[in-house]
């Protein structure tokens, strides 16, 4: 069983900054790659940013130049650095991991962190 634990959100005001984290743990084998996704009231779940084992990383739009995915690779654990928060960035953050089991597979599977709520207000 692989586990997620998200820890980072709250409430911030307008231009503020907060950072999220998400630990993964139980076995995996290796993480292919790692993202954050959000999902208001009333709207889809977007991707808001992800990274590759790689290093290579990808933003939403609406978030591009504010936001910063990072990764502590020998502990499995994914960063969202988010700067200058907007009201329009309040969202329950979810965190995802594609990982591989083992080496005798490519098989790629996915796992969910419960998420967090982020709540921008003044």
């Known amino acids: 069983q692989v586990q997620l634990v998200e820890s980072g959100g709250g409430l911030v005001q307008p231009g503020g900054s907060l950072r999220l984290s998400c630990t993964a743990s139980?076995?995996?084998?290796?993480?292919?790659?790692m993202g954050w996704y959000r999902q208001a009231p009333g709207k889809q779940r977007e991707l808001v940013a992800g990274?590759?084992?790689?290093?290579?990383?990808n933003y939403a739009d609406s978030v591009k130049a504010r936001f910063t995915i990072s990764t502590n690779n020998a502990k499995n654990i994914v960063y969202l650095q988010m700067n200058s928060l907007k009201p329009e960035d309040t969202a329950v953050y979810s965190c995802?991991?594609?990982?591989?089991?083992?080496?005798?597979?490519?098989?790629?599977?996915?796992?969910w962190g419960q998420g967090t709520q982020v709540t921008v207000s003044s």
């Open positions: 995802n991991v594609r990982y591989r089991r083992g080496s005798w597979s490519s098989h790629e599977y996915d796992v």
């Open positions: 139980g076995s995996i084998f290796s993480i292919n790659a």
């Open positions: 990274i590759t084992s790689g290093g290579i990383t």
